[in-house]
């Protein structure tokens, strides 16, 4: 490969590949690719395929804002509503995992799977439960010191709300892999790919197609 030189111009013959459009070299069988994102940049230096990457982008957003529904139903019923702090982190994980459920399956794994199963549903339950068991017993001992040492409410909530975000932020990758292996997987498809990422051309590269 070798980079485009003076020679891509506005006369070359335009021709439309897999990777995206591109201009024909005169005399050569040769396409400059014009259009590559930088998410496919990326996988090509860190050897993974586009498709994971904008899975993992799209469930990082479904993250973004579950977490964010998660918070807000948490410190209402902890700030607000002066529930107890552990019973007050199961109902909102509880709203969190069925919105994000259906956020990942419905957009960030979409095409892999038509309509929801039980065997999802109850493998991502699970998932979601045994994060659920680490973030309520992290937020009740969070909330027990907080009490102890006679914090403020406000204090006492913020305290309870950082923990519940470290805690599933700690999980995050293993669930993604998870989800990504076996949960998602499209019918068919093998647990996990051992064969060589196929590289896409970088903007400004010339690759042979004949």
Known sequence: ??????????????????????SR??????????????????????GISFDVLRRLGRYGAVSIITSLVVMSVLGV?????????GWSNVAATCVGIALSYELNRRWAWAGRTER??????????????????VST???????????????????????????????WGALWVVQFLLLDRFVFRARGEPIAS??????????????EVG
């Open 116 to 133: 929801r199963t039980t065997a999802q549903v109850v493998s991502f339950t699970t998932i979601n439960l045994t994060g659920l068991v």
């Open 25 to 46: 070299a005169p005399g050569a069988g040769k396409v400059f690719t014009l259009r590559v994102t930088a998410t496919e940049r990326l996988g090509r230096r860190v």
């Open 1 to 22: 490969m070798k980079p485009c030189g003076g020679n891509c111009n506005s006369s070359h013959e335009l021709h439309r590949g897999e990777g995206g459009v591109g």
């Open 77 to 85: 019923l902890v700030g607000v509503i002066d529930a107890p702090a």
């Open 137 to 167: 017993v992290a937020v009740h001992t969070t909330a027990v010191m907080a009490s102890q040492h006679h914090l403020t409410r406000l204090v006492r909530t913020g305290a309870v709300e950082s923990v519940n975000l470290a805690a």
């Open 194 to 207: 051992t064969g060589p990422v196929t590289a896409r051309p970088i903007d400004g590269e010339y690759v």
